[in-house]
């Protein structure tokens, strides 16, 4: 049978108090105190959940490599649950701690007449001796059970009051149910301290003693999760702040770009990482490939970084070192190709507009102070022609122009009045017409071009062949290109006859006027040159050879003279 203490009549928790403390019959023949560990089993889960509480913030603390480095506030949970089971936990102990000191009674189980009263807690549970099933002494100790499974040990003052209580259990027994049969209350009273004898005193209280004041569970449970919430939140946020602070400075002190992509891929939130520090590690990792187009493919993935001074100056340093690889060619097909690349970075890169002066300057140097000595008129004027290629292209054309000569019907008619005169076919001027001569101006054109050519790079000056000018008389002032206009005219004079085979044939002085011509200029550089043929009889032979091809091989060879005179005139060769 169970009752709860606080729920008994007043005169039965008197009499059950005084009983239990020995003033009353009956008296206690033995005592247990009830020694409980329980409430430091809760205390020390309470500790244990605390300490895995503030444990737990060290998992993943200020390792960038981990994904804990920076908790989520999700953890705020996981820290408030700790910590409010822990006070759970905490407070149930220090209920079952105090629950002994705030007892009327001495909590324990005690021996009475009636049997055993077994009072850990304010719960009274009484087993009578009508139920017991065996008594067992050895030495001191004396071991009860009972039908229900219930067995309780304790220990007497000496053995010989333990083997006196085996003897009077018995007799206690026989005297309960005797009572019992009789319905004795007085008897069973002098057995049974938890007997309702209806006796009541009219001077004491008739209020039942109240059970100890406890905290309200409702209250209790929301301190409880009010302070556990605000521990956990402040154990969440002081530890992301550790931890954030100790992952930046790991972060900083590595100084790449896989770092500062893990520290926000953890959760990091300094400004300062995306905006500044993660674009000046890639753009270092850029730079590093040497190539302009690494530094634009930065430029695409950040439009609007805040590193943008650093970008541009690394976009000049590639830019300048492409530019320094394109000078060391030495050529301005280098630069033009670059610039052609380049060309939306032209004001942003001045250096390129340097770099072209540079070269025409190197060029005009080496060409006035190369061999052989030139003339002023010719340095001074090419030295414009260059300045102008700068601004206008580098084009240059070489154009002849054929100019007839009254010496032409002469030698026609002198050959007529030669005895070695072969007929029409002999006649020297129709090998010497606009039509004949083209072919062979052409072939010395070509070659004028090539050694000109190799006086300047043809980026810097480019000498093309252009068509003949067909009017004898040029307006120099109408070329809208740079020009070498070379005149040319044939004077026949003199007579050489051959014997064998019979021929008759001229000599021929071909002049040539040449003029450099710059637009824009009124000064031009002027060259005139004649060159005296005569016929090579020795191409006649004894199978004798074709008038055309005499004439010919003169006009081949004067033409071919004047280039080669001509281009050593400037240099080249």
């Given at each position: 049978?169970?009752?709860?203490?606080?729920?008994?009549?007043?005169?039965?928790?008197?009499?059950?108090?005084?009983?239990?403390?020995?003033?009353?019959?009956?008296?206690?023949?033995?005592?247990?105190?009830?020694?409980?560990?329980?409430?430091?089993?809760?205390?020390?889960?309470?500790?244990?959940?605390?300490?895995?509480?503030?444990?737990?913030?060290?998992?993943?603390?200020?390792?960038?490599?981990?994904?804990?480095?920076?908790?989520?506030?999700?953890?705020?949970?996981?820290?408030?649950?700790?910590?409010?089971?822990?006070?759970?936990?905490?407070?149930?102990?220090?209920?079952?701690?105090?629950?002994?000191?705030?007892?009327?009674?001495?909590?324990?189980?005690?021996?009475?007449?009636?049997?055993?009263?077994?009072?850990?807690?304010?719960?009274?549970?009484?087993?009578?001796?009508?139920?017991?099933?065996?008594?067992?002494?050895?030495?001191?100790?004396?071991?009860?059970?009972?039908?229900?499974?219930?067995?309780?040990?304790?220990?007497?003052?000496?053995?010989?009051?333990?083997?006196?209580?085996?003897?009077?259990?018995?007799?206690?027994?026989?005297?309960?149910?005797?009572?019992?049969?009789?319905?004795?209350?007085?008897?069973?009273?002098?057995?049974?301290?938890?007997?309702?004898?209806?006796?009541?005193?009219?001077?004491?209280?008739?209020?039942?003693?109240?059970?100890?004041?406890?905290?309200?569970?409702?209250?209790?449970?929301?301190?409880?999760?009010?302070?556990?919430?605000?521990?956990?939140?402040?154990?969440?946020?002081?530890?992301?702040?550790?931890?954030?602070?100790?992952?930046?400075?790991?972060?900083?002190?590595?100084?790449e770009p896989a770092a500062y992509e893990a520290y926000l891929e953890r959760g990091g939130n300094r400004p300062e990482v995306r905006d500044t520090l993660l674009p000046r590690a890639l753009l270092r990792v850029e730079q590093a490939k040497g190539t302009v187009e690494a530094i634009e493919g930065f430029r695409e993935r950040f439009p609007s970084t805040k590193i943008k001074p650093e970008v541009d100056a690394a976009l000049r340093a590639a830019l300048l070192d492409e530019l320094k690889k394109a000078k060391a060619e030495g050529t301005l097909d280098a630069l033009e190709r670059f610039s052609e690349r380049r060309a939306r970075y032209e004001t942003f890169l001045p250096e390129l507009g340097e770099a072209r002066r540079q070269l025409f300057a190197a060029a005009l140097e080496k060409f006035r102070s190369g061999p052989p000595k030139k003339e002023p008129a010719l340095v001074d004027l090419v030295g414009r022609l260059v300045r102008r290629a700068e601004k206008h292209g580098p084009t240059v054309a070489v154009r002849f122009v054929h100019r007839d000569d009254a010496s032409h019907e002469l030698a026609d008619s002198r050959v007529r009045r030669s005895p070695y005169y072969m007929g029409k076919v002999s006649l020297p001027s129709q090998f010497f017409t606009v039509r004949s001569l083209t072919p062979i101006a052409r072939s010395s054109g070509d070659r004028l071009v090539k050694g000109l050519q190799t006086v300047f790079a043809r980026g810097l000056l480019a000498f093309d062949l252009a068509d003949e000018i067909e009017t004898s008389e040029v307006d120099t002032s109408a070329l809208e290109v740079p020009t070498v206009l070379v005149a040319y005219r044939v004077r026949f004079s003199g007579s050489f006859v051959s014997m064998k085979p019979r021929a008759a044939f001229v000599g021929a002085g071909i002049v040539f006027e040449s003029t450099l011509v710059v637009p824009g200029e009124t000064e031009t550089f002027e060259h005139a040159k004649k060159f005296w043929k005569v016929p090579p009889l020795s191409m006649l032979g004894e199978g004798g050879a074709e008038p055309g091809a005499v004439y010919e091989k003169m006009a081949s060879e004067a033409f071919s003279a004047f280039a080669d005179e001509y281009v050593a005139m400037f240099g080249g060769r």
């Open positions: 049978m169970s009752v709860d203490f606080y729920r008994l009549p007043r005169a039965v928790q008197e009499r059950f108090l005084d009983c239990s403390r020995g003033r009353f019959e009956p008296t206690p023949w033995l005592l247990e105190p009830h020694r409980r560990r329980t409430h430091l089993m809760w205390a020390a889960v309470g500790i244990v959940l605390a300490v895995v509480g503030f444990a737990s913030a060290l998992l993943g603390f200020g390792k960038l490599d981990s994904s804990l480095a920076i908790e989520p506030p999700l953890a705020i949970g996981a820290y408030a649950g700790a910590f409010v089971l822990s006070g759970v936990c905490l407070i149930r102990a220090q209920r079952l701690r105090r629950a002994g000191g705030q007892s009327p009674f001495v909590l324990g189980t005690y021996v009475f007449p009636i049997g055993v009263v077994d009072a850990p807690s304010r719960k009274l549970s009484t087993f009578p001796w009508t139920e017991l099933a065996s008594v067992a002494v050895e030495g001191q100790c004396v071991k009860l059970s009972f039908g229900a499974g219930a067995s309780f040990s304790f220990v007497a003052d000496s053995a010989e009051r333990a083997q006196q209580i085996e003897r009077e259990i018995p007799e206690s027994r026989a005297k309960l149910e005797e009572a019992r049969a009789r319905n004795d209350t007085t008897k069973l009273a002098q057995l049974d301290p938890l007997l309702d004898t209806g006796l009541v005193s009219p001077l004491g209280p008739s209020q039942t003693i109240p059970p100890p004041a406890a905290p309200s569970r409702v209250t209790t449970a929301l301190a409880l999760v009010v302070v556990g919430g605000a521990l956990g939140a402040g154990v969440w946020w002081g530890r992301n702040t550790m931890s954030e602070e100790k992952i930046f400075s790991e972060t900083v002190a590595r100084d």
